[in-house]
Structures are given as structure tokens and as C-alpha cells.
């Protein structure tokens, strides 16, 4: 199986070729573990349609819905211009989430893994580096390592990473559940 299959209707969304083309190159860099895990490995911060094998896949997926719903909302025209990159960060943005080899708990640092790793196996650097600038800051006011409580990730600093960071939420809250017949 060709792991990009799984992203044909998120595909679409992305209307640059060179975007699309790029992502497809991205998530078949992906590892194996991405296709199979739960979205939550303690069940506690995502819903239940994602906490089964496969859920990292759903929440991603739901990701990428929510924001292409959103995107097409009048308050969110601005950002018609960052949509196709705003998708590709959503489509990869938990893609290295247990790391670079698959440990039990997701990785708190998993945004800056996953910003390298897109920024590594890119063939256009600069499209890579600018989906790695929006997966970076994706986990917003979390941004702290969840022993320490020391600031390890970036917060968003512009209304696109910002952008990122409210899908990513709303496709991991417990009440709202995605229908993917739809």
C-alpha cells in the first residue's frame, strides 16, 4: 500500500501542485507506527473515535477537514493565501509523534522532531520549510515539557501557525466527533 492513499480526500484540499506533490513525498517518509497508533496513548486527550488502532490516522484526518471547513468561513480569508500549507502541516503535523523510533508515550518535543524531520526529507526546502514553520508551534499554550514544565516548543507567533494550532485543538476535543461518510 502506497502510504499517501491515505490522505486522497486531504489531497484534495491542496490546490498547489508543488505543495501536493511535496506532501505526498512527506508522508511516505512517515513511520510505519504513524498508521497504526492511537491518537492518545492514554486515551486522555482525544476522542474516542481516535483512541483505536489507526486514531492518529482519524485525528489527523479530522485535522485537515476542520481546517478546510474553516478556511472557507469569511473571518478566515486571510489566510486564503497560506491554505495549501496550512493542510500540509495539519497532514503531517503528528506524523514523528512517538519519535523517530516508536516509543510507547508520545513525544512532548514532537513538533520540533517532526519540523526537522519534514525539513530533512524535503525535496523543495523551501515548501518544506515553510509546512515545518507551521508544524513547529502546533501544540500552542502546551508548549512545556510535561515532567519539567519547561518551555520546549515555540508558541504561534503569526494568525497561520495560530491557524495550525486551533485545528489540531479542535480535532482532539472529547466532545466533537467527525463523521468521515461525510
Request: net charge negative; with cysteine; charged share 25%.
Amino acid at each position: 500500500m502506497d502510504k499517501a492513499d491515505v490522505f486522497l480526500k486531504e489531497l484534495v484540499y491542496i490546490e498547489n501542485d508543488d505543495i501536493r506533490n511535496e506532501v505526498i513525498n512527506l508522508i511516505r517518509q512517515l513511520p510505519d507506527y504513524f498508521f497504526e497508533v492511537a491518537a492518545s496513548s492514554t486515551g486522555k486527550y482525544h476522542p474516542e473515535y481516535t483512541l483505536g488502532e489507526g486514531g492518529l490516522v482519524k485525528h489527523t484526518q479530522a485535522a485537515a477537514k476542520i481546517a478546510n471547513d474553516l478556511l472557507h468561513l469569511e473571518m478566515f480569508r486571510g489566510l486564503a493565501k497560506d491554505k495549501d500549507l496550512i493542510i500540509a502541516a495539519l497532514i503531517l503535523h503528528d506524523g514523528w509523534k512517538h519519535g523517530v523510533d516508536y516509543q510507547q508515550y508520545a513525544k512532548a518535543q514532537h513538533p520540533i522532531i517532526a519540523a526537522e524531520r519534514v525539513k530533512d526529507y524535503s525535496i523543495n526546502k523551501e515548501i518544506g520549510a515553510q509546512i515545518a514553520d507551521l508544524i513547529i508551534t502546533h501544540m500552542g499554550q502546551w508548549n512545556t515539557d510535561w515532567k519539567t514544565n519547561e518551555e520546549i516548543l515555540p508558541k504561534p507567533e503569526n494568525k497561520a501557525q495560530s491557524f495550525v494550532h486551533l485545528c489540531d485543538y479542535l480535532a482532539s476535543r472529547k466532545y466533537l466527533e467527525v463523521k468521515f461518510e461525510v
